[in-house]
């Protein structure tokens, strides 16, 4: 049976990429936050959450150890972790984009290393990073200065990674979703379109395809699920 992370798994995509996972018959652990209130809908017996705190890189780090140990080895990660705040220069502090890297940077970072580090041994992985329309083109990033910053990181990560990977049945892609279709997003855009945003369970999807036998084939670092966005 393969392995799998995915952190943030208390989100709504997380959630929707576990259970996709799960019926593709993973087993798969999820991370969430100490202190985590949000209920998790998932349900399995190949299904385990573990409590770590993915802005301390030692406490990446073990977690990752523990599930080697259990299951010899990662298949899949997915790195769903991240938080948005508005701001335009004059009103963005390097405190704020200080934030904005933690929350959505050193998250990425902290599993991924040692997830990175796990694959190049084993000479096989996926690992998929959560990217942004903004992170991607700096021309998107007008009112959102250190969000746009941190995630347009992501991708240079993913950059280097595939680098050092060469050779090897290793990638690392970065998803590029348009608006996601979840309740806090229609709570906060309640004049929107929704039909043009993508739901959690289609880039779920998206991220299985490239997992299969089919989409093992496909050395895609960047994979846009914009919908009809």
């Known amino acids: 049976m393969k392995t799998a992370i995915v952190t943030g798994a208390s989100g709504n995509l997380g959630q929707a990429v576990i259970k996709k996972l799960l019926h593709e018959q993973y087993y798969v652990t999820g991370t969430i936050i100490p202190n985590d209130v949000v209920k998790i809908d998932v349900q399995g017996q190949h299904f385990e959450t573990a409590v770590v705190d993915l802005t301390d890189e030692n406490a990446a780090q073990q977690f990752v150890d523990l599930m080697v140990a259990k299951h010899k080895g990662i298949d ?30 050193e998250t990425a970072y902290n599993m991924a290393r040692p997830v990175f580090n796990q694959m190049m041994q084993q000479g096989s992985g996926r690992i998929f990073l959560i990217g942004s329309r903004p992170g991607e083109d700096m021309k998107n990033s007008k009112g959102m200065i250190g969000y746009g910053l941190a995630k347009s990181l992501i991708f240079r990560l993913a950059e280097l990674m595939n680098e050092e990977a060469k050779g090897k049945n290793i990638v690392t892609s970065v998803v590029v979703p348009s608006t996601i279709d979840t309740p806090q997003n229609r709570a906060s855009m309640p004049d929107a379109d929704f039909t043009k945003w993508v739901t959690p369970q289609a880039i779920a999807e998206v991220i299985y395809f490239y997992c299969s036998d089919e989409g093992m084939v496909v050395r895609e670092p960047v994979i846009k699920v914009y919908g009809g966005g």
Request: charged content about 10%; aromatic content about 10%.
């Open 76 to 105: 899949v990660a997915v790195l769903t972790v991240g938080g948005f705040a508005m701001g335009t220069i004059a009103n963005t502090t390097t405190t704020d984009i200080a934030k904005q890297y933690k929350l959505n940077f």
